[in-house]
């Protein structure tokens, strides 16, 4: 195992300190959300009893898969926990998501969760927002014209940097489509000025499903490390 992956390890067993008998947990998308699944996949054989809500039809097949049992989100009105992990960090615990997709089913689980448990290694931790590109999800129809309003809103509110591409894979470099069957947008804004005013920006666009500006949901970051955790929280 790497250092990196070591660090995602551990802030992903550190995590597992929030997670209490009978609670429903949100279950975040990603590699870091992955060892946490895992990890919590074996807490359940050893007895804990718990239910997950997934964020992602990936992060559902790997639960299934350890024996995190499942709970449909139409089922709960309220999530004890959600533990995901995040692309960037500030100190003021604003993140940046959506790298592996999942942004629109993660700020439904986050914003239906009692607390936001941020996993990441420490490298994710910035004092400014914006080098990894910011995911927009859009719907296909007018995605086009969508990726010029997004563009226009990064230079209204000061972004270093206005490029905007839609997200491709494959060899055939086919659109990524996601769980809810749109399309996303990578934002390469370089340097995020003022998030609240961009995420404000990027709501009002006829065409945006969700943006990876995920502000005010966070109140608790563990950042991993190759020997060991830091918690940090507001």
């Known amino acids: 195992m790497t250092d990196a992956d070591l660090a995602k390890f551990n802030a992903a067993q550190a995590a597992l300190d929030y997670i209490k008998d009978g609670m429903i947990v949100g279950l975040g998308t990603g590699s870091t959300s992955a060892h946490f699944v895992r990890a919590l996949g074996e807490r359940v054989r050893q007895g804990l009893r718990v239910k997950g809500v997934p964020t992602s039809e990936a992060t559902r097949n790997l639960a299934e898969q350890v024996g995190v049992p499942l ?3 139409s089922q709960v009105t309220a999530i004890d926990v959600d533990v995901d992990g995040a692309d960037e960090v500030d100190p003021a615990f604003r993140l940046v998501k959506g790298g592996g997709g999942a942004l629109l089913r993660e700020r439904i689980v986050a914003a239906a969760s009692k607390r936001m448990v941020v996993i990441a290694d420490e490298s994710k931790w910035v004092e400014t927002l914006g080098a990894f590109p910011l995911p927009v999800e859009v719907t296909r129809f007018g995605f086009a ?3 010029e309003r997004v563009a226009e809103a990064l ?16 060899k055939a470099n086919e659109p990524v489509i996601t769980d ?3 399309y996303i947008l990578d934002a390469h ?11 404000a ?8 499903v969700e943006h990876g500006l995920f502000i005010g949901l966070a ?4 950042l991993g490390k190759a020997k060991g955790a830091e918690v940090k929280t507001l």
């Open 201 to 208: 920006e990027l709501q009002a666009i006829a065409g945006v």
């Open 155 to 170: 230079r209204k509110t000061g972004c270093a940097g206005d490029e905007v591409v839609l997200r491709v894979s494959g």
């Open 71 to 73: 709970i449909e989100i």
């Open 180 to 182: 809810g069957g749109n």
């Open 189 to 199: 804004v370089q340097r995020i000025a003022n998030a609240e005013a961009l995420a």
């Open 219 to 222: 109140q608790t970051v563990i």
């Open 145 to 147: 014209l969508t990726q």
